[in-house]
Structures are given as C-alpha cells and as structure tokens.
C-alpha cells in the first residue's frame, strides 16, 4: 500500500520521454530515467496520452531495468482512449504536441469500459504488477468547454465509478485527477472521493487564487497535491530577461504575465537566489503539497532539478515578495526543502 507522503518532495514528469514537441532518442530517455532514480527521485507520473503510449512504454522499459523490485511509485491516467490513426498519417510530424512514432492519436473516453481497458493497457506497457495511483486526465470545462457537462456525468456514472472499483478491490493503491483547473476538482469533491489530485500549475509562483477555497477544501477532506507543471508552461524556469519566446499556460505570455514575472525575477537575482528554485520550492510549504514534478527530458535537467530543489532561500525573499504584493500575503512559504 502506498503512502502519498512517501513521494518525495521532487518528482519525475514523464511527458517529455513522450517525444514532447521533439523527438529523443530511445538510449536518451532511458538515460534520464536511470538519472532520475539514482538522484534519489521515487516519484513518476506519466498517461497513455504522452506519446500515445510511448512515455508509459519507456518509463516502463527502463523501470524494469533499474527497479525490478518495482520499489518507483508510478501514476497513470485514463480519460483518453488510444485509437489507430488514419492510414498514411505521417508519423514525423507532431501530433497533439508529441513527435513519436506511435501509430495511434487519443481521444477523451471516460466510459467505465474504457477506463477499465485503458487501465489494463497502461499496465501492460508499464510493464509493472499494479499501478500505485491512477488519475482521470484532463476532465473540466477548461478543456471540454460546454462539452463539460455531458463528460462531468459520463466520468461520474461511469470513469469514476470503474476507479473506485479498481481502489477499492486493491487493483490500485490511490485515485485522483490529473488537470489543468482546480474548480473541476471542487466539483468531483462535491459528489465523490478522491485520494490525490495532480494539479498542472494554479498553485505556483504566479498563481495563488487555490488558495480561496480548493486548498482549504482539501485540508479538509484531506486530499493531497502534486503540483505538476511548477514553472508554468516555462516562463518560471527560463525567467523574461534573457529574451526569447516566453510561454506561459502553453500560451504566450501576455505583456501583464511577463511584467509580473519581471518583478519576481528581479527579486529573486537581489536575493541571489535563482528564479527556478523559487518556482519549485514555493508550492511545497503548503501542507497538502506533497511532490512537484517538473517535466524533464535530460540528465543534466535531472541533476538541474535536483539542485534548484536543494538551494538555500533566504527568508527575506519571500519577506519582500509578500511586501511588494507579488505573492499572496496568506501563502505559505518554505523554512526548508529536502528529497
């Protein structure tokens, strides 16, 4: 049985060994995960929608390699069903933001047959006993927009239902959401349980408004955070003054976004503290933060990660953030991060 306080305060994000917007090599991804694991990291999070199983197939491959004792705690997802693309498809070019060679595109099913089969599937490429945590992908309106409401009740009646089978037969150990929005979180809450909620950013640096209602709601009734996507689709690890395209919610980032970024960044060289240990650091002083899973695609990523998690911040800095209204006055700030 797994212990969602045992994952580590740093996590691996598995989406970039999916071919995320590039392609890497088979031996490249490998050697990131193999980084990962001996850098201490027990944490990795991936879905079939990640290079259309190719992320899942190797963080499995090189699991079973380095960890035949199946000691990693890895999550998945459902919600997406893999289906074969049309004949003649070029393979080459990205598709839905990954370049891999998978012959197969995902499409959102949160059917209770097709979580039970996507379950089955992931495992199978996951080469692994049993998932530990499982996580709907990408349900809310954000996503769906007004196909929300016709997907929040095929989830409820159905996806839901099939994952609440598969804790409570002891298939997995916890379940959750894995999304891009915490109001469809509070509205899952309302009608159902969950054990865990992976957040892609709105908990960050930049973003504190979680802290209204949807963290209290999940002091409340317990629920634990892994906060993915730390750096805020990359505006929060490169920083806006060095130039270059600056991205932030996948987007580019608005002038607004990018003067607020400014100020913290400012901060953070006063303070010599480096802008990306800030962003990583920040979301776990909140007790329901357990792990930050940046996404990482490189060793020398890997080892980057682990540094900026292990720097020193001064107090002042945060002092100063709070002062000059760059983060909220209620946001709890670390004493200390360690793996």
Known sequence: MVDLNALGRLGF??????????ATPDEEAAATVRSAWDSGLLYYDTAPHYGFGL?????GDALAEIDPDQ?????????????????????????????????FESVFDY????????????????????????LAH????????????????????????????????????????????????????A?????????AGRYTLLEQEALETFLPLCERR????????????????????????????????????????????????????????A??????AHPQVISVIPGLNSADQVAQAVALIQTDIPPALWRDLKDRGLIRADTPVPDSITL
């Open 111 to 134: 059917s209770y047959d097709a979580v039970m089969r996507s379950y089955e599937a992931s495992r199978a490429r996951l080469r692994r006993d049993r998932i530990d945590i499982l």
């Open 222 to 277: 317990d629920v634990k955070i892994v906060l993915g996507g730390p750096y805020n689709s990359g505006i929060l690890a490169r920083g806006v003054r060095g130039g270059g395209e600056l991205h932030y919610n996948y987007e580019p980032a608005a002038p607004a976004i990018v003067a607020r970024v400014g100020a913290i960044e400012d901060l953070c060289v006063e303070h010599d503290v480096p802008l990306a240990a």
């Open 55 to 59: 992320s899942e197939k190797r963080l």
């Open 13 to 22: 994000g598995a989406a970039a060994i999916g071919n995320l917007y590039r």
């Open 138 to 189: 990408d349900i809310g309106r954000v996503t769906h927009g007004d196909d929300h409401p016709r997907r929040f009740a095929e989830f409820m009646e159905g996806g839901y239902r099939a994952m609440r089978e598969l804790r409570d037969g002891g298939a997995v150990d916890a379940i959750g959401l894995g999304v891009n929005e915490y109001q469809v979180c509070e509205e899952v809450m």
């Open 279 to 284: 962003a990583l650091q920040l979301p776990l």
């Open 191 to 199: 009608v159902g349980e969950i054990d865990v909620v992976l957040l």
């Open 71 to 103: 000691r990693a705690i890895v999550s998945t997802k459902v919600g997406r069903r893999l289906d074969p693309v049309e004949p003649g498809t070029d393979l080459s070019v990205a598709r839905q933001a990954f370049v891999t060679p998978e012959p």
